[in-house]
């Protein structure tokens, strides 16, 4: 059987945060990256090794092969889509700290110019501000505060708030030290109020404007870092202190970000690292295609 | 402060059964590879993510330089020394399937020539021979048996065989399915029988010739494979049925490995693949190495 010829063996690694990814450019939409390679490139002993993939298309390119319906038919449509990847392959929506890294390598690249730059995601377009300190902002859009949920995190009932940032959180407001809640297995939600699961957020207020964060992340487990659930854990001490807009510190297990919530979005801030790029090797890709061809001709 | 100049930025990423390594060349031995920059390399969100790092250093460069004493003194010295650090930036002696990965490196970089090529290790030279069918053989040298040992995992006492491999293990033979052991936290071992604490070996005999086997390594929790874990937990199995010499196929978490015990040595056989290779990012590297800096001021 004949593998697809490779149209990219390019690669860069970078993390925001600790959130880390493997970024692809495939300019034109040709590089068919399959669900299994995205993972093999994720797999942390056998490939790259990342939370997911950040493959850059060209918008018109991916309107031509039809991958993303409708993506170029707006008028102004971004140059660039983030076509985004879990690392078990599956398709994600959005990613902010994917987003903010994205970014970073795309203008490292010379891809795009300029200081404040919109990418198209599926969920939307998305724009993305350079800092004059190194930081990248990403605006993450509007968050909706859906009322009180609860979970059982290491045998304990905590009560939080739901939030949509897109996808769906549980954001609980703790007084314990962070280092004291067990997230090693996922927390406990009632499916009445997370029919789809979510990411369950711990967050403990440390003073004025600055607060502290783990999350359990739907279908990864803890992370050092996760764009969507600051932004919910950030909304939520707002709510709390029945404060609708402001800034806040908010430090992650993986480093320190800033949120600041306006009336109608919310901007997620914070370092956007580019760790190396470099070459797959041609016989790791044949090999991670040819597994790929045999899983689907099965 | 000046940060030292980098004389390396190129990498390369390979893993044998899922244990994964970077990979450097610096032939000259002036890189300077601190514990911290290992470190930094190693860490899988902000790095580029492995179990150690291999260095390749030119055997005389590396006696010029000091860095191992005598280590160019004995007649027909190996041309390249590996120098195996953990993940945590500490040196090591060896490591059976990280010379099976560095000596394919080399190999693919054109700086070694010849089907069996002698390396220079802290645990003395080592001989690697390249496979027709792409394995990689490892001479790992005698395994010396030391009497019965134990410890508890998970809760449970299970009584082993102590054995050394340069470096010390309990490998313990199991009939229960290797899945129902819990090796989330370290196995207890009494310390009058591994002052230096030990890697933990499950081993259950599938076949005649064949075995499976997990592994707590002593430092890093339980990894994907071990290679001088896969020589003991084989060693053991010989012992089991009475015999001195053989040929083992045993399956790790992260693929097959082939050991074969003689008289007098044991060789480890199996895959040794490279993953990609690529340059580290200036920007990077920097911070790494400053911060790197500024812990050696403080």
Redesign the interface.
């Given at each position: 059987m004949v593998v697809a010829t490779l149209r990219f063996m390019r690669?860069a690694?970078g993390?925001g945060t600790?959130?880390?990814f493997v970024i692809l450019v495939d300019e034109d939409g040709s590089a068919g990256l399959s669900a299994d390679l995205a993972a093999a490139l994720c797999n942390?002993?056998?490939?790259?090794?990342a939370?997911g993939v950040l493959r850059a298309v060209r918008t018109q390119a991916l309107a031509r092969v039809g991958e993303v319906p409708g993506i170029a038919e707006t008028a102004h449509a971004p140059e660039w889509f983030m076509d985004y990847r879990n690392a078990d392959g599956s398709i994600a929506e959005m990613c902010g700290n994917g987003i903010r890294v994205f970014a970073r390598y795309l203008a490292r690249r010379g891809l795009v110019r300029g200081n404040e730059i919109a990418f198209g995601t599926r969920a939307g377009f998305r724009t993305v501000k350079f800092g004059a300190d190194g930081d990248v902002t990403v605006d993450m859009g509007a968050v909706s505060l859906l009322g009180p949920g609860r979970a059982v995190i290491g045998g304990t009932l905590h009560h939080g708030l739901r939030l949509s940032v897109g996808n769906p959180h549980l954001a609980c407001l703790v007084q314990d030290r962070l280092d004291s809640f067990d997230l090693?297995s996922p927390p406990a939600l009632d499916p009445a109020e997370f029919p789809d699961g979510a990411n369950v957020e711990l967050v403990r207020v440390t003073g004025p404007g600055s607060a502290s964060m783990r999350v359990y992340e739907r279908g990864s487990g803890e992370t050092?870092s996760c764009g969507t659930g600051a932004v919910a854990a950030v909304a939520a001490v707002a709510h709390e202190a029945g404060l609708a807009e402001g800034s806040w510190r908010l430090t992650v297990p993986?480093g320190d970000l800033t949120v600041t919530l306006r009336a109608t979005t919310a901007y997620l801030t914070g370092p956007a690292?580019?760790?190396?790029?470099?070459?797959?090797?041609p016989?790791?890709l044949q090999?991670a295609q040819a597994a790929d061809a045999s899983a689907a001709a099965d």
């Open positions: 690669f690694k993390h600790g959130n880390d942390r002993h056998t490939g790259i090794g939370d090693t050092c993986g690292v580019i760790v190396a790029e470099g070459d797959l090797e016989a790791w090999a």
